[in-house]
């Protein structure tokens, strides 16, 4: 459908959501979503000011129902490497109802989190990232003022290996933002430096090196798509040792001593996810104490995590190829955490690599 006035676009470009392709760079931009009171929104914050009440049509104030939905506010700041999928992790929190916008400059924020509870927005993700200029002087500023008006912003950092990076910025044709008139990994690395203590600072951090724009975006979706904010998501990941181990994981857990079922001749080229292996796994000795004993510490980990804010965990399970063994036992690990309540999502990172 042809984009009008009230359609089209932050930025230019239009989204790729071909099956299997790389989280990357991309040319795919934020699509503005028909929630009321956008169009007061982005006049007030192109202008450059706020107004103190607003009125809506009703004959009501935007400033009497601020109060009303403090409570329910929230603000997620998307950000990271270039070429880590911002974009993409920016589409799937659009699908799921938030309000994005992209390359917002920080000193703004405050201002536009004033808006948009004005305009009843009670969910709102903004895109940082360091295009911006200052981008990281204002930084400071930006969650100084934030938390004097008693907002909370969730951090979503995504970050991938240099490899990949490189990979993704050769096929977006487009110069590094930090590059200048040097090398790209120049100016892959100085970003990485510069974005060390904010990326210590999320709440969330995702490693997007082998994940797709599906896989991303099932992510997000999990992560945002609508639990309460003290209720603690988790994402079990399995993998290889010899692929490395998951640089986003907060917690690794090792299930080679467990017996190989690669050894077996009918097994080897069935994975984790059949049948055959997963009985052969979860019948091995130590398997179901592994599981048990993994549940109650999860009960109290968890736990610390909701007291502390933490409200985004990934937990990793290994064996040597991430095909049998960790497969195994993260999928039945995550179907109990289901069970119990816990809302988890699975990923088999190495499952295919083999």
């Given at each position: 459908?042809?984009?009008?006035?009230?359609r089209?676009?932050?930025?230019?470009?239009?989204r790729?959501?071909?099956?299997?392709?790389?989280?990357?760079?991309g040319?795919?931009?934020c699509?503005?979503?028909?929630?009321?009171?956008?169009?007061?929104?982005?006049?007030a914050v192109?202008?450059?000011?706020v107004?103190?009440?607003t009125t809506d049509?009703?004959?009501?104030t935007?400033a009497?129902?601020?109060?009303?939905?403090k409570?329910?506010?929230?603000?997620?700041i998307v950000?990271?490497?270039?070429?880590a999928?911002?974009?993409?992790?920016a589409n799937?929190?659009e699908?799921?109802g938030?309000?994005?916008?992209?390359?917002?400059?920080?000193?703004l924020?405050l201002e536009?989190?004033?808006l948009?509870?004005?305009a009843?927005q009670?969910r709102l993700?903004?895109v940082?990232?360091?295009r911006?200029r200052?981008?990281?002087e204002?930084l400071?500023?930006m969650f100084a003022?934030?938390?004097?008006?008693?907002?909370?912003?969730?951090?979503v950092?995504?970050?991938?290996g240099?490899d990949?990076?490189?990979r993704?910025?050769?096929s977006a044709?487009?110069?590094?933002?930090l590059?200048?008139?040097?090398?790209?990994?120049d100016?892959?690395t100085a970003?990485?430096?510069s974005l060390?203590?904010?990326?210590?600072?999320?709440?969330?951090?995702i490693d997007t090196?082998?994940l797709?724009v599906?896989?991303?975006?099932t992510r997000?979706?999990h992560?945002?798509g609508g639990l309460?904010?003290?209720q603690l998501?988790?994402?079990?990941?399995s993998?290889?040792?010899?692929?490395?181990?998951?640089?986003d994981?907060?917690?690794?857990f090792?299930v080679?001593?467990?017996?190989n079922?690669h050894?077996i001749?009918a097994?080897r080229?069935?994975?984790?996810?059949?049948?055959?292996?997963?009985?052969?796994v979860?019948e091995?000795?130590?398997?179901?104490e592994?599981?048990?004993?993994?549940?109650?510490?999860i009960k109290?980990i968890g736990a610390?995590?909701?007291?502390?804010?933490k409200?985004?965990?990934?937990l990793a399970?290994?064996?040597?190829?991430?095909?049998?063994?960790?497969?195994a036992?993260?999928?039945?690990f995550?179907r109990?955490?289901?069970?119990?309540?816990v809302?988890?999502n699975?990923l088999h990172?190495?499952?295919?690599?083999e």
């Amino acid at each position: 459908m042809p984009a009008g006035p009230d359609r089209r676009r932050r930025r230019s470009g239009r989204r790729d959501r071909r099956p299997g392709r790389s989280v990357g760079v991309g040319r795919d931009t934020c699509r503005r979503t028909r929630h009321r009171g956008r169009r007061r929104i982005d006049a007030a914050v192109n202008n450059g000011r706020v107004s103190s009440a607003t009125t809506d049509q009703a004959g009501s104030t935007d400033a009497d129902k601020t109060s009303a939905d403090k409570d329910d506010f929230r603000v997620v700041i998307v950000t990271g490497m270039s070429g880590a999928g911002r974009s993409t992790a920016a589409n799937a929190l659009e699908d799921i109802g938030w309000y994005v916008v992209d390359n917002l400059p920080p000193s703004l924020l405050l201002e536009f989190c004033t808006l948009a509870r004005q305009a009843r927005q009670t969910r709102l993700a903004v895109v940082l990232d360091v295009r911006t200029r200052s981008f990281f002087e204002q930084l400071p500023n930006m969650f100084a003022d934030l938390g004097n008006a008693g907002i909370q912003p969730e951090i979503v950092y995504l970050e991938a290996g240099d490899d990949v990076i490189v990979r993704r910025q050769e096929s977006a044709r487009r110069p590094h933002p930090l590059q200048g008139n040097g090398r790209l990994m120049d100016g892959i690395t100085a970003e990485r430096t510069s974005l060390a203590t904010l990326r210590a600072a999320a709440d969330l951090v995702i490693d997007t090196s082998s994940l797709n724009v599906h896989q991303l975006s099932t992510r997000i979706n999990h992560a945002f798509g609508g639990l309460g904010q003290d209720q603690l998501r988790m994402t079990v990941v399995s993998f290889g040792f010899k692929n490395g181990i998951p640089i986003d994981a907060d917690l690794v857990f090792d299930v080679r001593f467990l017996p190989n079922p690669h050894w077996i001749p009918a097994l080897r080229p069935l994975t984790g996810l059949s049948r055959e292996v997963s009985s052969y796994v979860l019948e091995q000795p130590g398997a179901e104490e592994f599981i048990s004993q993994l549940q109650e510490m999860i009960k109290v980990i968890g736990a610390g995590y909701i007291r502390e804010g933490k409200r985004f965990a990934t937990l990793a399970i290994g064996c040597t190829g991430g095909k049998h063994r960790s497969t195994a036992i993260a999928e039945e690990f995550a179907r109990r955490l289901r069970e119990a309540g816990v809302a988890t999502n699975v990923l088999h990172r190495d499952l295919g690599r083999e």
